[in-house]
Nanobody, 125 residues
């Protein structure tokens, strides 16, 4: 049974930083496509970042490029999202997602099979 558990959300001031974690069980993050998505109140869920094997390729939405970094710790079977230079518009519920094979665009939520429950990130101005 696959489980993805996010942690690390919370409150930050604009310009601050937070690091989200996604601890996985039932799959190996090293061999999976792992993604982060977010959903703000009243808005559609949107792609934030993804990381894939081989080559540890990483991908980012234009809105977070240069500010957010996705990484993984294979020994801990955990994926991270380091968020720097936070803006109020980054406020959303952030969810971790996984697919154990590579099919379809990494930026499309429907192309992920497993999801965590999400963690709230609130950025104040």
């Amino acid at each position: 049974q696959v489980q993805l558990v996010e942690s690390g959300g919370g409150w930050a001031q604009a310009g601050g930083s937070l690091r989200l974690s996604c601890a996985a069980s039932g799959l190996t993050v090293r061999n999976s496509r792992m993604g982060w998505f977010r959903q703000a109140p009243g808005k559609e869920r949107e792609f934030v970042a993804a990381i894939s094997w081989p080559g540890i390729s990483s991908y980012y939405a234009d809105s977070v490029k240069g500010r957010f970094t996705i990484s993984r710790d294979d020994a801990k079977n955990t994926v991270y999202l380091q968020m720097n230079s936070l803006k109020p518009e980054d406020t959303a519920v952030y969810s971790c997602a996984a697919r154990t094979y590579y099919s379809g665009s990494y930026a499309v939520a429907a192309n992920y099979d497993y999801w965590g429950h999400g963690t709230q990130v609130t950025v104040s101005s």
